[in-house]
């Protein structure tokens, strides 16, 4: 005859909790499902130091405009005046459009697509954001809902077929619109879904922890291993999104945005890190209509030694120089 416990089925469950919570011998024994090991996060980062491109020691900076104007003058004259700047100073950028955008300046997109200092990326089709914010900003706090599931997987769909029909061939990464706190870390629900759809590298780690600025330097480029979609690296944007901080300081304080960017650049340089910079189309010009910001950015990178690179660049030479287990 087995012995039964003298425990009752409540107390008993009681027992097995604070046996687990105390002890890994006994949580082993207690355990029902089998939870992963901890792993150093060397093994699921950007090694900066193995590749040319990232290996010079003074930091690597990506220039990633997000193009989404709903007017189509805006964006022509922003592209034809930032495409112009660039290719002045032999600097790389990327521009992350959405998909309308693409298609509704489409020309602009198809000259600057075939030259090699740009690569064009997506913006969803219509800025359908993945994440819900709690976005704590200094004059108050709102909330804002995600799109659906369905609403965003035909969105990002429809964004790559937008792209290989305008380009000739489709993006692969993406801006993740409004971003979020940690990226997709926590939703590998999404990652799914941009794996299906053909995303091979995000910027969705754009908000601190009030879903708002700015991002730590400290967070860099990582693959999303943990979370079974080793293959696809989230590229975060640190400091601060363009016009979120000239929205908030002043569109006229070109002074205070460059102090803002001289310091970005020195901790990029000093501590050799990548910085993911964000500006938009509808804002670069606002109060800076030769794109004066810009050319210092671009300028000042140069003149501290860091490395430009587009996205897509940066992707490959990660890949191939720390490709994830
Ligand atoms: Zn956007």
Redesign the pocket.
Known sequence: MVKRPSLGFGRALCALSLAAACSTASRDAASVTAEPAPIAAARYTVDLGRTPLMGQGHGVLLIGY?V?AIGPDETVEFLRKSVALHRELGAPATY?S?GLTLETVAGEFRALAADPLFDVET?TYT?ERLKPLFEERPEGTRFLAASSPDALAASVARSIAASAEVLGQPSIGM?A??GAYRGLVDRPDLLALLEAAGVRFVRAYSRNERDWQPVPFDVQPFWYALQGHPRILEIPVQGWQDVLWRETHGWDDLAGYRDLLDDALDTVAARNLVWSYCA?DWGSLRGDPDLSLIRHLLVEARRRGIVLATHRGFYEAALASSPPA
Do not use: A, K, Q
Request: avoid cysteine.
């Open positions: 997000d989404e992350f959405t913006h800025h801006t619109p409004f938009h």
